[in-house]
């Protein structure tokens, strides 16, 4: 269902009695899941270093950095790349960021979410704190 547009990927959502047709870019999915991710305590930051001062400064776009989708037919896996702040569990707050992720996903687009698979790209240690 996924076809090149503008160079990007995008997938058609296939709705009963429509009256025209919706299509999504892959980059969608990523935003998606990064916004959801940073929403998190724990999450300093996407493994690019991109903080939630910097989001908030720079615009959605930067959400998908350290964020790769895969979207077969109307499924998707998500791989992304964290930074934790120091002192949280890192595997609670991952399946806080999976199950938000995951839920996101599902909500706003229609998409099932086969997997979302993280990779703790680093621990930051919040010098105001000490």
């Given amino acids: 269902?996924?076809?090149?547009?503008e160079g990007r990927s995008t997938h058609v959502i296939h709705e009963k009695d429509k009256i025209g047709q919706v299509v999504i870019a892959d980059e969608v999915f990523a935003i998606i899941a990064g916004l959801a991710a940073t929403e998190i305590d724990g999450v300093h930051s996407m493994?690019?270093?991109i903080t939630k001062e910097l989001i908030a400064k720079l615009g959605m776009k930067t959400l998908s950095k350290g964020v790769k989708v895969?979207?077969?037919e109307d499924k998707v896996s998500v791989y992304m790349a964290l930074n934790i702040e120091f002192g949280y569990n890192i595997p609670q707050v991952s399946t806080l960021v999976q199950e938000r992720?995951?839920?996101s996903i599902e909500n706003m687009t229609g998409f099932s979410v086969l997997d979302v698979n993280i990779k703790i790209?680093?621990?930051?240690?919040?010098?105001d704190r000490q």
Avoid: F, L, S, Y
């Fill in 121 to 127: 790209a680093g621990v930051v240690v919040d010098r």
């Fill in 1 to 5: 269902m996924g076809k090149e547009t």
């Fill in 47 to 49: 493994a690019d270093n």
């Fill in 70 to 72: 895969e979207v077969m």
């Fill in 101 to 103: 992720v995951k839920a």
